[in-house]
């Protein structure tokens, strides 16, 4: 672990059940309404598609699992999936098994483009259409890769969707540390939007940038906590994660140093959205918001999508935008042991598209 200079430049398949300028105003009641495609190519019966998976394990990769599962069944194609499970050794196995399949279309999920670009050319020599879920940082086309279509949501939106909310619930007076992972580009970026929306706010203070890898929350966290609490006392206000996972770790240690829920940073995660942090927001307790992914709505563009390729048409454009769930809203976005999914009948306007109904 290490802090960055805290002056930036101002400027989750049904192997398992699924239990587990954008501003703060807008991200939360984006789901009121759909604003993505109400037209499009009818299904192209008789399809086949493979999911693979970087990793089933991972219940971001899994809701997507679950979301394109549920596509297929409605656009009324076949689905294989198949699980890499982060095993290098059967990485060029799983992916030769996909190729043989000789499937209409292929959706990787988690896996990284670039890192596997020699695997999906041969996918592209076979004339297989190529569509991921968190591939790259960026929704769209991944340059240099066979990619047509990336989905995600646009992750400097979810940043600056969170430091705004920060500002807001501070009424403009948020004293932040942000916690990133220098090893991961996209994160670096949030975290410098961030910084620079905190540093914009007249009355704010970044307080420091803390760079601690995802895989070693479990130990920093507990080391990190205190020293910040010792070091910015009071002034210390809001706490910014690029994913909720900063925060499973971090109670212990506030409440060891005598911190109760109100007492305590506010915490705000600008990206991920786990069951755990649902439970914390649900039960206001050491965690106010955070920005999840609609992992089955992506499932359903996935399918969309690859319905537009095969027809010969463009891809939708359609970019979700962020959703903040705070502990003021979080009942109308994810009930007690289900996945966020926004109630914007995103499935009533894809069946319409392919079925005419």
Not at 23 to 50: C, E, Q, Y
Not at 142 to 149: A, L, R
Not at 202 to 217: G, M, N
């Amino acid at each position: 672990m290490k802090s960055i200079f805290c002056g930036l430049r101002p400027h989750l398949y049904t192997i398992l059940t699924l239990l587990c300028s954008l501003i703060f105003s807008h991200s939360a009641l984006a789901t009121s309404r759909w604003d993505g495609p109400r037209t499009g190519p009818s299904a192209k019966s008789g399809k086949t598609i493979v999911y693979v998976a970087e990793d089933l394990k991972n219940a971001g990769i899994l809701g997507v699992g679950e979301g394109v599962r549920e596509a297929a069944r409605v656009i009324g194609w076949s689905l294989i999936v198949l699980d890499i499970g982060s095993i290098e050794s059967q990485r060029a196995r799983v992916f030769d098994k996909a190729l043989k399949l000789k499937p209409d279309g292929l959706i990787i999920g988690g896996v990284d483009a670039l890192k596997n670009n020699k695997y999906l050319q041969l996918f592209a020599n076979a004339g297989i259409p190529v569509a991921s879920w968190h591939s790259s940082p960026f929704p769209g086309p991944v340059e240099g890769t066979p990619i047509f279509i990336n989905i995600t949501t646009d992750s400097l939106a979810v940043a600056r969707a969170a430091a705004n909310y920060a500002i807001e619930k501070s009424s403009g007076k948020a004293g932040v540390v942000i916690f990133t992972d220098s090893r991961y580009a996209i994160a670096m970026k949030k975290a410098e939007l961030m910084g620079d929306i905190i540093h914009a706010s007249p009355k704010s203070t970044l307080l420091s940038v803390e760079d601690i890898a995802l895989d070693t929350t479990a130990k920093e966290m507990n080391q990190i906590i205190p020293e910040l609490l010792q070091r910015y006392g009071n002034h210390w206000t809001h706490a910014i994660g690029i994913n909720d996972l900063y925060f499973d770790h971090a109670v212990v240690p506030l409440i060891l140093a005598g911190k109760s829920s109100d007492e305590a940073p506010i915490n705000i995660s600008a990206g991920d959205g786990s069951a755990s942090a649902f439970m914390r927001i649900r039960n206001h307790e050491y965690q106010a918001a955070t920005i999840p992914e609609p992992l089955l709505l992506h499932g359903w563009q996935l399918i969309d999508e690859l319905n537009r390729r095969v027809a010969g048409e463009d891809p939708s454009g359609y970019v979700n935008p962020p959703y903040t769930v705070t502990t003021e809203n979080i009942d109308n976005y994810s009930r007690a042991l289900t996945p966020f999914d926004p109630d914007n009948n995103y499935r009533r306007f894809y069946t319409k598209i392919w079925l005419g109904k």
